[in-house]
């Protein structure tokens, strides 16, 4: 069973940087598209970020400017580089990406457990 595994999420000061990473658990053979939502406590999910499989972008009118996502297709992995950070930004960072495990084989939609951001002085 494939999982997504977040990591890269913690404590941090205002203006302060972090970068989330989104990897599977077992070997696969690509992500396509894919994106990063967090969800604060009280409040809906929300996408933050999206990238395609041909590495097209998206982002939250309240990120843009201060995240970035990409991947490395070699490595099959995901990332949110996360700059200026806000107290508003806290929240839990979720995974989410369409996953082809084989070549030629059909790609699913999976989450991963999420990552706590956490940004107070």
């Known amino acids: 069973q494939v999982q997504l595994v977040e990591s890269g999420g913690g404590l941090v000061q205002p203006g302060g940087s972090l970068r989330l990473s989104c990897a599977a658990s077992?070997?696969?053979?690509?992500?396509?598209?894919a994106g990063w939502y967090r969800q604060a406590p009280g409040k809906e999910r929300e996408l933050v970020a999206a990238i395609s499989s041909g590495s097209m972008t998206n982002y939250a009118d309240s990120v843009k400017g201060r995240f970035t996502i990409s991947r490395d297709n070699a490595k099959i992995t995901v990332y949110l580089q996360m700059n200026n950070l806000k107290p508003e930004d806290t929240a839990v960072y979720y995974c989410?990406?369409?996953?082809?495990?084989?070549?030629?084989?059909?790609?699913?939609?999976?989450w991963g457990q999420g990552t706590q951001v956490t940004v107070s002085s």
């Open positions: 989410n990406a369409d996953i082809q495990q084989a070549p030629y084989s059909s790609s699913w939609n999976y």
């Open positions: 077992t070997s696969i053979f690509s992500i396509n598209a």
